[in-house]
């Protein structure tokens, strides 16, 4: 199947970023086990990181079109913010893990809030790295159980 793999803003800095919010590994070393992964257990995955809303709108719009089973993502800032985003997720109707580093809930009021926590399919936060390759095996197990 194939599985597509989003990183909203500032997530591009990952590895000096925060490091102690967000560990020390970078968004390639990421990507990298994710991809490995998913070739190892047979599938396809790609992996987007954008700063800008709308190509990240642009990118879930074209997935459907595309053929793509399942979105992993971590829309970063926003999550906290972005209606337009969640929006086309709902368009698209692919089914989609929300994913984030930190424990939001153990940091400020704002981060306590998601656009996306209702439609995901599920929601991993707080493990740091780990939560994309945990929500990549949830992915495929949904893919494959289908
Ligand atoms: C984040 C949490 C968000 O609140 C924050 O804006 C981010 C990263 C995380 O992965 O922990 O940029 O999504």
Do not use: M, W
């Not at 390639?28 to 998913?38: C, G, H, K, P």
């Not at 595309?66 to 913010?81: D, K, Q, R, S, V």
Request: glycine content about 6%.
């Amino acid at each position: 199947a194939s599985i597509l793999v989003l990183h909203g803003p500032n997530l591009n800095l990952l590895g000096t970023r925060e490091p102690g919010v967000y560990g020390s590994q970078t968004l390639d070393d990421i990507n990298t086990s994710l991809q490995q992964a998913a070739t190892d257990a047979g599938h396809h995955l790609q992996c987007l990181q954008s700063n800008a809303e709308y190509e990240l709108i642009e990118r879930i719009h074209t997935a459907r079109p595309e053929g793509i089973n399942f979105i992993i993502f971590n829309p970063a800032a926003f999550t906290h913010t972005s209606v337009a985003l969640r929006d086309a997720l709902l368009a698209v109707d692919i089914p989609f893990i929300e994913v984030h580093l930190s424990n939001v809930y153990q940091r400020d009021e704002f981060r306590h809030h998601s656009f996306f926590s209702d439609i995901a399919k599920g929601v991993i936060c707080g493990l740091g790295a780990q939560g994309y390759l945990l929500a990549l095996q949830a992915a495929i197990a949904a893919l494959e159980n289908n």
